[in-house]
């Protein structure tokens, strides 16, 4: 009884470590680190990020929505000033991770294809998530 009072207490004491990229991750069922790696390759971690594509399409915030899912995500509210809100911005990019785990598994191709379905820019992106992970001492380096 005594160990489970300390380890009550020990627990009480942290800090509640919570944030959106837990809170979409746990929500989507997807990895919150895997998540982080997607912004910092996306953004380098910056909530107010846009970048204006070749083909007319529009990248926003943190993980970089792209402007081709505004329709979609119109049904469920989010317009593009929705989406330059941080937390938004990462529930809806779990909610994107998440739709290519259903249909790639939980991969590294399903990570590479939250940027393209094509299979060398597809594997190219997951390689610098894969590297960004490695780089935060996360995962061992993939040759």
Known sequence: MAC???????????PAFADCFDSA???????????????WVESRGNPAAVHHNANGSTDIGELQI???????????????????DECTNIY?????????????????????A???????????YAQMVKTTLAHWGLMTPSP
């Open 92 to 112: 809806v990019a779990a909610w994107h991770l998440k739709k290519q785990i259903v249909k790639y598994g939980n991969t590294w191709d399903a990570v590479g």
């Open 4 to 14: 489970a009072a300390v380890a009550l207490a020990l627990w009480a004491s942290q």
């Open 66 to 84: 792209n402007s081709i899912h505004l329709r979609e995500l119109a049904v469920y509210g989010i317009n593009e000033q929705g989406l330059r």
């Open 114 to 124: 939250y940027h393209s379905e094509k299979p060398q820019l597809r594997d190219a």
């Open 25 to 39: 991750g746990t929500y989507q069922g997807v990895s919150p680190l895997v998540l982080r790696a997607i912004a």
